[in-house]
C-alpha cells in the first residue's frame, strides 16, 4: 500500500516550511497528488526520489561511498559475480539500489574479531 505524506510531513522531513514544499510543488521538482479540494499529498516514494535523486540505479562510484570501499574494490565484487551490475555502455555499469541493499543484507554478522585488531 503507497504511504501518503501530508505537506506538514513532507515540511518536516525536509527541514522546510510549509510554504517552501508547496513551492516545489509548484515548480514541478515534487509530485503531489490532489486527494479533495482542500487535500494534497506527496507519496513517500515521490518524496525519497526528489530527496535522494540517484534512483534505482547507482554508479560504481556511488555504490562505492555506500559501501565506504574503493572503487577498484566494488569493481572486484562485480567481477565475481558477487555484487550485480547491469552494463549500460562503455564506462557506464550500474548497481541498483535494490541489489547493494540485498548485498548489504546478505553478509555475514561479526561474532568475533582477531586480536590482533585490538592494536596492544
Keep these: 500500500m503507497p504511504v ?29 497528488i490532489r486527494i479533495s479540494d482542500r487535500a494534497m499529498r506527496v507519496l513517500e516514494s515521490d518524496l525519497q526520489a526528489y530527496v535522494d535523486p540517484v534512483g534505482p540505479e547507482l554508479t560504481v562510484r556511488e555504490a562505492a561511498a555506500v559501501l565506504r570501499l574503493s572503487p577498484s574494490m566494488v569493481y572486484d565484487l562485480i567481477r565475481e559475480g558477487r555484487l550485480p551490475a547491469t552494463d549500460r555502455g562503455p564506462r557506464r555499469l550500474r548497481v541498483l539500489r535494490s541489489e547493494l541493499e540485498a548485498y548489504i543484507e546478505t553478509r555475514p554478522m561479526v561474532t568475533e574479531v582477531p586480536e590482533s585488531l585490538f592494536g596492544r
Aim: a positive charge; hydrophobic letters at 45%.
Design 4 to 32: 501518503l505524506l501530508t505537506i506538514a510531513e513532507v515540511a518536516q522531513r525536509m527541514g522546510l516550511s510549509k510554504s517552501g514544499v508547496y513551492r516545489r510543488i509548484a515548480g514541478g521538482d515534487l509530485r503531489a
